[in-house]
């Protein structure tokens, strides 16, 4: 099987940073897709922004020029830096991998909380 662990969350002011960051362990033979999800009180998750093997990434469009995602597929560790954070970016956000292990699946992480104070 597959875990993720996430750490990095936080309460922070508006306009402060922090770093996610999440560990994959397990019997994990490829990594095609890293990402990051947000689900705020009442309302349906999101994607914040992923990242596939090669490199090439993206953001969504909320936090376009904030948020920066990357990812060490070596180390099975994928990270989300939040810049200029705002009251809006309060969520818990998911790690989420799209993983071969026996076969090609998606795995979540448990989520960490981020609540950022006006």
């Known amino acids: 099987q597959v875990q993720l662990v996430e750490s990095g969350g936080g309460l922070v002011q508006s306009g402060g940073s922090l770093r996610l960051s999440c560990a994959a362990s397990?019997?994990?033979?490829?990594?095609?897709?890293m990402a990051w999800y947000r689900q705020a009180p009442g309302k349906q998750r999101e994607l914040v922004a992923g990242?596939?093997?090669?490199?090439?990434?993206s953001v969504a469009d909320s936090v376009k020029g904030r948020f920066t995602i990357s990812g060490d597929y070596a180390k099975k560790m994928v990270y989300l830096q939040m810049n200029s954070l705002k009251p809006e970016d309060t969520a818990v956000y998911y790690c989420?991998?799209?993983?071969?292990?026996?076969?090609?699946?998606?795995?979540w992480g448990q989520g960490t909380q981020v609540t950022v104070s006006s």
């Open positions: 397990g019997s994990i033979n490829s990594i095609y897709v």
């Open positions: 990242i596939i093997t090669g490199g090439s990434t």
């Open positions: 989420y991998v799209d993983a071969l292990v026996v076969r090609r699946i998606g795995y």
